[in-house]
């Protein structure tokens, strides 16, 4: 049993939908990120919250819109995104980011854009 | 430019043995590396880490080792149990902690019964 749950699992939208992305962590962390994962490439960093505090954005293009309304949640708003978008949507959390405690990630959703 | 490097997209070791799964990374400035586990349909689970200050750090069966005059880390599993086929990533964090974890591809590990 995961302490980072992601919903939903999968996710099928068009090029012009509007959909988010949930994540929600019981670990009592302090820090929460966004990862994604393309096919044969590794794991990359896109968004960093802080106590609710965006500290990092990793030029990630503005169709991807990030929001923690509080520690345990963090939602990822997707609209007008591209096919190259399509990947496995990964959350992570950990007790802050300067611990170096590892991070927990959740089981991801796997996003297919048509 | 891919700063943490798994050169090795897939190994396959017998049940019993020991198995090697090697990293390479280019940023001096790294001072933090951890291995992660990743099953299928799961996200990746932390296995172990290790700072830069040591050279060695075991937990049970898993043992990672660190050159950092050459860059390079690798974890050792012995004896490799079926429950170890995972794909297994290394990552790589600076000084001040896991804010920017920086991953390689992973390696898909198969241990043959």
Redesign the interface.
């Known amino acids: 049993e995961?302490g980072?749950t992601?919903t939903p699992r999968h996710l099928v939208m068009g090029m012009t939908n509007k959909k988010s992305l949930k994540c929600e962590q019981h670990l009592g962390h302090n820090?929460m990120y966004w990862y994604k994962q393309s096919a044969?490439?590794?794991?990359e960093?896109m968004f960093?919250y802080?106590f609710k505090e965006q500290?990092?954005n990793n030029s990630v293009p503005s169709r991807f819109s990030p929001e923690c309304p509080n520690s345990s949640h963090l939602f990822l708003h997707l609209h007008t995104l591209q096919p190259e978008d399509s990947a496995l949507y990964?959350c992570?959390s950990?007790q802050?980011?300067?611990?170096?405690?590892?991070?927990?990630?959740?089981?991801?959703t796997r996003l297919s854009i048509l | 430019d891919q700063q943490v490097k798994q050169n090795s997209p897939s190994l396959s070791v017998q049940e019993g043995r020991i198995s090697i799964l090697n990293c390479d990374y280019t940023n001096s400035m790294f001072d933090y590396f951890l291995w992660y586990k990743k099953y299928p349909a799961e996200g990746p689970t932390f296995l172990i880490s290790i700072s830069s200050i040591k050279d060695k750090n075991e937990d049970g069966r898993f043992t990672v080792f660190l050159n950092k005059s050459a860059k390079h880390l690798s974890l050792h599993i012995v004896p490799s149990q079926p429950g170890d086929s995972a794909v297994y990533y290394c990552a790589a964090s600076f000084v001040f902690g896991n804010e920017k974890l920086t991953f390689g591809t992973g390696t898909r590990l198969t241990i043959i019964p």
Do not use: I
Request: no cysteine.
């Open positions: 995961t980072v992601q820090a044969k490439k590794p794991l960093l960093v802080n500290t990092e990964l992570a950990s802050d980011v300067n611990s170096n405690q590892p991070q927990h990630f959740g089981d991801g």
